[in-house]
């Protein structure tokens, strides 16, 4: 069977890379002209994540690259001193496995993976999917595939082209994130981090990298007004958002103009009654966006990917039976990465001083307590714990033999 898939980020190059060892035939279209190289931002991956980059044999070039961030410094805004914390403790909290990554070097190591055996193709994209598989493109000449999997983020085209507009399935919760890069002032495994009332800025470096990344968050009680793509008005959005707020965040501010990376985006999430239609699914942010920044949005993608492959391999290539199970296996697991989601937001965005202050004195508390007892109190305040150890690795076939295309 012939699969093609638009997205080469994580969870596009993770799917081909089990697809292909089930035995299908895998092609990926990526709208970027070339893989992107600049390092993103820092995404999590926890324990169903990281067993099964260990699966596909590449969990040793994940952790040589993984940032090596190993503690954080917490300032409430207008403290003079910050709260040192160990943030082994934290995500201990979340997963008896983790790893922390640049988002590009996953999706290079992941890519690398599929290399010998996936068909990439750069610089275009999806305009038509046909109900017979025929799929149309901005460039390449059309051709007929039996299944077309939408892995292209939370703007995903595919999921337009399938199931119309973004609007009525995205679902705002009230907050913004924006990332840059910056040279790094010194910052060794260290993340340093503002909070106040709507509004948190942190810094952090990864050990392998020469420079650093500030992330933004910030509510917004309405939706902003910009273009997706028009990175001037996003810049003074930020700009807005955080002025005034802290001489170092100022400082990170002035580097908006001559940063070589930045994203923004809103944080939102995908409320789909179903990911399937016909030949096409979604994966990832495609399909069920927990949020950016907040949902651990790259391990479901990774799990999600890992599952659809799976299923499909079992179901011999009917992708209806296999789309139908997939969708029940995944659907708690993004129930719960969304719900964690929003918890994860009040928390890292306070609404009210008390949640700023409460926030710092958790911090304390867990610094000042040995990591079991830290740990213990982190699963006490948070709806999120061990979210990422209920989620279950099957055990899949390793080959079968996938049908002939039709």
Known sequence: MRVLISGASIAGPVLAYWLTRHGFTVTVVERAPAPRSTGGHAVDLFRPAVDIVERMGVLAQVEQRATGTNRMTLYPQGARRGVQVDLAKIFGAASARHVEIMRDDLSEIVRDATRDDVEYHYGDSITAIGADGEVRFEHAAPRRYDLIVGADGLHSTVRRLTFGDEAPLR???????????????????????????????????????????????????????????????????????????????????DELDRTPSFYFDSISQLKMDTWSRGRVTLVGDAGYSPGPAVGGSTTLAVLGAYVLAGELAAAGGDHRRAFGAYERIMAPYVRGSQASALSAAKTLIPTSRLGVTGLAQVSRLVAALPTRAGRAVLRLATNSARLYDSMTVADYPSSPVAPESA
């Open 171 to 253: 679902s705002f919760i009230g907050a913004y994130f924006g990332v840059l890069s910056l040279p790094n002032p010194g910052l060794d495994r260290e993340l340093r981090i503002h909070v106040g009332v709507g509004r948190t800025a942190g810094m952090y470096g990864a050990a392998h990298l020469g420079d650093a990344r500030v992330l933004f968050l910030f509510r917004s009680d309405r939706e902003l007004d910009y273009r997706h793509r028009d990175t001037d008005r996003q810049r003074q959005l930020l700009r807005d958002a955080f002025a005034g707020f802290d001489p170092e965040v100022d400082g990170w501010l």
